[in-house]
């Protein structure tokens, strides 16, 4: 079992930049790909980026790449993601994941926090 936290999120104005964090506990000895979703009040939630157990494999959504990035620790069982240039449309619940499988955009891991409000507004 594994539970994911996440924290970091809050207002910022456009242009602004944030970092998310997730912090694992449970099963920490297991290699867990991580991941970030996020979600709007009356759409799908989608998928922002994910990484693999190690570190050394990311990937993102293509709208995001170049503004968005994730990262990891597990040492301190920590995922990070780091949002640049922040829009008024990235604006929604984001979401820690985290699976045995890599994760990806159309299979999200089975562990999910319970998200952190990022709100892009002036």
């Known amino acids: 079992q594994v539970q994911l936290v996440e924290s970091g999120g809050g207002h910022v104005q456009p242009g602004g930049s944030l970092r998310l964090a997730c912090q694992l506990s449970g099963s920490t000895f297991t290699s867990y790909s991580m991941g970030w979703f996020r979600q709007t009040p009356g759409k799908e939630r989608e998928f922002v980026a994910a990484?693999?157990?190690?570190?050394?494999?990311?990937y993102y959504a293509g709208s995001l790449k170049g503004r968005f990035t994730i990262s990891r620790d597990n040492h301190k069982n920590m995922a990070y993601l780091q949002m640049n240039n922040l829009k008024v449309e990235d604006t929604a619940v984001y979401y820690c994941?985290?699976?045995?499988?890599?994760?990806?955009?159309?299979?999200?891991?089975?562990?999910w926090g319970q998200g952190t409000q990022v709100t892009v507004s002036s």
């Open positions: 994941n985290a699976g045995r499988q890599m994760v990806a955009a159309g299979r999200p891991g089975d562990s």
């Open positions: 990484i693999s157990w190690g570190g050394g494999n990311d």
